[in-house]
């Protein structure tokens, strides 16, 4: 006889699967749509009226929509812990797409970094063995540390890239963007837990609203760090890797969720970690050779949008 427990897992990780997989598309549909469009400031709303008009972003907006519901059945079913690391997958199906989208073959030294940055975050879930499913806020935690620390960071990364260019420009929006979708991701947890009890329920709490400010912001932020990039999978690996390890913060020191913190088990986190860096470093440095050896056509289409909208 399965589990309760086996019973929820059998929804929840194959709908997170699933859902990365609707995520990666929405991620390289996007991305090659803002290509299209002329390049503003950042956070100009005007980018995204720009791209209501593009057919390939309205794909990736379908896509983002049934990812989100995905993600929100695998959190109504299993720990926060357990189904943010799962969503790492979307980088693999976002590059594979994007290339087909720019008709070019795949770049073996990406395909390695991605399968690296994937490696990590897995041997992080195993080594941290996530338990509990908590679906609210824990009384007996103290929320402001980590609120203070996340808060510093998007700030930060956000002053980085307004005032940097180039790859630290994107590296900044990444890094926001990476850390407001974790932030959404544990918020999500909160009004899933609330859909259950009554589908009138999360209306009736602050949480559902405070998506609806932080889910958009970091939606508009994605969108420009997509277009700054020449390559989707670099920034999409600081987003899809620091997104996670924010949800699993927040299911750790917000919500009561539980993982080894042994001196062994916080060594392995820490190895772990050390791997998807590694990753993301490996992402970087090709994507800035390949930048060298030649423009790429999604320069050409940045120019003729830009010279479009003059």
């Known amino acids: 006889m399965v589990s309760s427990t086996g019973t929820s897992l059998l929804l929840a990780v194959p709908a997170a699967v699933v859902g990365a997989a609707s995520m990666g598309l929405a991620s390289a549909a996007q991305a090659r749509a803002t290509k299209e469009v002329a390049v503003g400031k950042i956070l100009d709303p005007g980018l995204l009226r720009g791209l209501a008009h593009r057919p390939l972003w309205l794909i990736g907006m379908i896509a983002t929509g049934a990812g ?6 695998a959190l109504a079913f299993a720990p926060l812990l357990v189904v943010q690391p799962l969503l790492i997958t979307s980088l693999v199906f976002a590059g594979v797409i994007s290339a087909r989208l720019e008709h070019r073959p795949l ?9 690296i940055c994937i490696a990590g975050l897995a041997a992080f879930l195993l080594v941290a063995r996530p338990s509990g499913n908590a679906d ?6 103290r929320p402001l540390p980590l609120a203070i620390g996340l808060t510093l960071l998007t700030l930060v990364a956000l002053v980085v890239a307004l005032l940097a260019r180039g790859s630290a420009r994107v590296l900044g929006l990444a890094v926001a963007t990476g850390a407001l979708y974790g932030v959404t991701a544990g918020l999500m947890k909160i009004v899933a837990g609330q859909a259950r009890s009554g589908l009138a329920e999360p209306f009736q709490n602050w949480t559902l609203y405070l998506v609806c400010v932080v889910g958009p912001l970091g939606f508009l932020l ?12 670099p920034a999409l690996a600081v987003i899809t890797a620091l997104d996670p390890l924010v949800g699993v ?8 969720e539980t993982a080894s913190s042994g001196p062994g088990a ?7 970690g050390a791997v998807v860096i590694v990753g993301i470093a490996l992402l970087s440095s090709r994507a800035s050779h390949l930048d060298q ?18």
């Open 68 to 73: 989100l519901a995905l993600q929100l059945v």
């Open 107 to 115: 770049d073996g030294v990406m395909v390695a970094g991605s399968l």
């Open 136 to 141: 609210s806020f824990t009384s007996g935690t």
């Open 222 to 233: 994605s969108q420009n760090t997509f277009q700054q990039g020449r390559f989707l999978t």
């Open 249 to 256: 913060a927040i299911g750790v020191w917000w919500m009561g």
């Open 266 to 272: 916080l060594a392995g986190e820490a190895i772990a």
């Open 293 to 310: 050896v030649q423009p790429g056509p999604d320069t050409a289409a940045g120019l003729k949008a830009s010279k479009g909208a003059a």
